[in-house]
């Protein structure tokens, strides 16, 4: 079975960038669709950005420009790079499948953007 391990959250300046990462213990070549989700508390976890093992990719509209998913196949790792973050980006960042299976989520990491 496969399992999912988040990090690289923090707390960091409006226009500033963090690095998620999301290491997969399956071969990340075997998933086709991987993505990061995020989660305020009261509200519906929403997908951030998705990737295909073909290289595709697809972002919500509010960080288009700003973030950028990638695999990294050496490492096996499913990273969000975030950069010019805003207030409005603070949530819980998961990553699972996507569609996203209800066994893989994890703690996910918090990213928390305030001055």
Do not use: H
Request: glycine share 10%; hydrophobic share 30%; aromatic share 8%.
């Amino acid at each position: 079975q496969v399992q999912l391990v988040e990090s690289g959250g923090g707390l960091v300046q409006p226009g500033g960038s963090l690095r998620l990462s999301c290491a997969l213990s399956e071969r990340i070549r075997s998933i086709y669709v991987m993505a990061w989700f995020r989660q305020v508390p009261g509200t519906e976890r929403e997908l951030v950005a998705a990737i295909t093992n073909g290289g595709s990719t697809n972002y919500r509209d509010s960080v288009k420009g700003r973030f950028t998913i990638t695999m990294d196949y050496a490492r096996n790792t499913v990273d969000l790079q975030m950069n010019n973050l805003k207030p409005e980006d603070t949530a819980v960042y998961y990553c699972n499948r996507n569609p996203p299976r209800t066994e893989l989520w994890g703690q996910g990491t918090q990213v928390t953007v305030s001055s």
